[in-house]
């Protein structure tokens, strides 16, 4: 028997066979574990799981192949690596301007890994009512340099109710990943495009002006528009998996399309006459933003080597 997984608790997960939403307890057989993968958790939410039924308990016996998957590895020097979930039709990167205050780098890490495979990215940005007056210029020179390099940007206020009906419109039908560091606001915008929703809602630590974590979970919820969101928990750091620091430029989507044009193949984009990249920064078409989080990943590259 097969059915998706919606909850992952430790070694504990909670099965549905969609589209029905009858969870049922699962746990894993213990030799998945190590099979195949170097992940710390070999199952995720989003995975469809074969199944048995052993002493009337729901036993995990495999793993179909996913159609993607969004992994990060420890930001320590380890090379252990966690799946945030898979088989997701669209992730929505949540950020806020300030409390806490957007980490390009950070955002920048997690496009490139649904870049890599191949999940399609929306960036929202939330509690705009917060910083709208104060910094406006701000809002428009993040959705600049992201639409720019293809991303689409939803401005939403959970108080004032922007972006909430065309989240909900963008979600239905689908399996919708929010992911984001912690305090960004997650939960309160879930429960906004689903008031009967009760996902876990968190306050900022004013000492360092970073978001407590409230989500210790992954959890799939049915929406009641139509599709599922997954919860993750707060994102405080995201290292690369699988990704040769000669491949990471591939996957600017802005960078891409300017490497054609450069003189040298390949080309690090980093020392090279007659970089086209290099040349798309100083000219402002590439952001320098953008292209400062390539150069922090190429050392990030070194330091795990």
Same mark, same amino acid.
């Given at each position: ?6 909850? $992952?608790?430790g070694?504990h ?10 969870? *049922?307890?699962?746990?894993? &057989? ?7 993968? #170097?992940?710390? $958790? ?10 048995i039924l052993?002493?009337e308990?729901?036993?995990?016996? +495999?793993?179909?192949? &996913?159609? $993607? @998957?969004?992994? &990060? &590895? ?7 690596? /966690?799946i945030i ?6 992730? @929505? ?14 955002l ?11 999940? %399609?990215?929306?960036?929202?940005? =939330?509690? #705009? ?13 993040i ?7 293809g991303?689409?940007v939803i ?5 004032e109710?922007? +972006?909430?009906?065309?989240l ?31 996902p876990?809602?968190?306050d ?8 407590? /974590? #409230? ?7 049915p929406?009641?528009?139509? +599709?599922?969101?997954?919860? =993750?928990?707060g994102?405080?750091? *995201? ?7 000669e491949?990471?430029?591939?996957? *600017? %989507?802005?960078m ?23 040349a ?13 989080? @390539? ?7 070194r330091?795990?080597?």
């Amino acid at each position: 028997m097969k059915a998706t997984v919606v909850k $992952n608790a430790g070694s504990h997960y909670l099965l549905t066979e969609l589209p029905r939403w009858e969870p *049922f307890p699962a746990v894993l &057989r213990g030799k998945i574990r190590l099979k195949g993968s #170097t992940a710390t $958790n070999p199952v995720a939410v989003g995975d469809v799981v074969e199944y048995i039924l052993q002493d009337e308990q729901a036993v995990i016996t +495999g793993v179909e192949p &996913r159609k $993607n @998957y969004l992994i &990060r &590895r420890s930001t320590n020097l380890s090379r252990q690596a /966690h799946i945030i979930a898979a088989n997701i039709d669209m992730a @929505y990167i949540v950020v806020s301007l300030y409390f806490p205050e957007l980490k390009l780098p950070l955002l920048d890490r997690i496009l490139v890994t649904a870049e890599v495979y191949g999940i %399609p990215a929306t960036i929202v940005l =939330s509690k #705009t009512d917060l910083y709208r007056e104060e910094d406006p210029e701000g809002i428009d020179r993040i959705k600049a340099i992201y639409e720019a390099a293809g991303y689409p940007v939803i401005e939403t206020s959970v108080p004032e109710g922007k +972006g909430i009906e065309e989240l909900r419109q963008l979600c239905r039908g689908r399996i919708n990943l929010f992911s984001g560091e912690s305090g960004v606001g997650k939960s309160s915008l879930i429960k906004a495009i689903d008031p009967s929703l009760n996902p876990k809602v968190g306050d900022i630590s004013i000492a360092h002006l970073q978001g407590k /974590h #409230t989500t210790s979970l992954y959890e799939m919820y049915p929406i009641a528009s139509g +599709g599922y969101i997954i919860d =993750s928990p707060g994102i405080r750091g *995201f290292g690369l998996v699988d990704l040769e620091k000669e491949e990471i430029a591939r996957y *600017f %989507p802005e960078m891409l399309k300017a490497a054609e044009n450069c003189r040298f193949t390949p080309c690090t984009h980093t020392h090279e006459p007659g970089c086209a990249v290099k040349a798309a920064v100083d000219e402002g078409s590439i952001s320098a933003e953008r292209y400062n989080s @390539y150069l922090g990943m190429l050392e990030e590259d070194r330091k795990f080597r």
